[in-house]
């Protein structure tokens, strides 16, 4: 079994880089992307992903299917970086509608498939619960309840669990 590190913070707290000086050491690398390209300030921001991202990874793009992603890895890779939980919470919202209860059992499929690969992973996620509780868009809280509560499960199978501030991480678990 390999080791489950999850980083978590705010917007441009640094936590994509920490992800991947984390990686610097493992030789078969993979990313496992969950961001869609659906407006063009998305599309600029996954170009900067790729652009920025060391060539010795090997990258696939997986907004939905990410438990399958991992599964098919199984030995081909020493570390996948999975980022993040908090696109591929956005998208499977959008794709399960009001129904809540396919995306938490996602959050638990994808914590046991880290807790069983034999590789070590790395997630990245935003922290989003530090913030005011949105009033007037009920969508809004829930989609701060279902990442807090897919974070809270990665944590709890998590080795290590890093809060990024202002670039600097911070050793939690």
């Excluded at 961001?35 to 997986?62: K, N, S, V």
């Excluded at 081909?76 to 993040?84: G, Q, R, S």
């Amino acid at each position: 079994m390999g080791t489950i590190t999850l980083i978590t913070g705010g917007a441009r707290s640094g936590k994509s880089m920490q992800a991947l000086k984390l990686a610097l050491p493992y030789q078969r690398k993979f990313f496992v992307a969950t961001g869609q390209a659906l407006d063009d300030e998305m599309t600029a921001r996954i170009e900067f992903h790729r652009t920025t991202r060391p060539p010795d990874f090997r990258t696939i793009e997986e907004p939905i299917q990410v438990v399958a992603a991992l599964e098919k890895l199984d030995k081909n890779a020493d570390l996948v970086v999975l980022d993040c939980l908090t696109l591929w919470i956005s998208n499977l919202m959008q794709r399960h509608g009001m129904d809540d209860g396919p995306v938490l059992a996602e959050a638990d499929k994808l914590a046991a498939a880290l807790t069983h690969a034999p590789f070590a992973s790395i997630v990245v996620t935003d922290e989003v619960g530090s913030g005011i509780v949105p009033t007037d868009h009920a969508e809004s809280r829930r989609f701060r309840d279902l990442l807090g509560w897919t974070n809270q499960k990665i944590a709890a199978v998590a080795d290590d669990v890093i809060l990024m501030v202002a670039g600097y991480p911070l050793k939690l678990k």
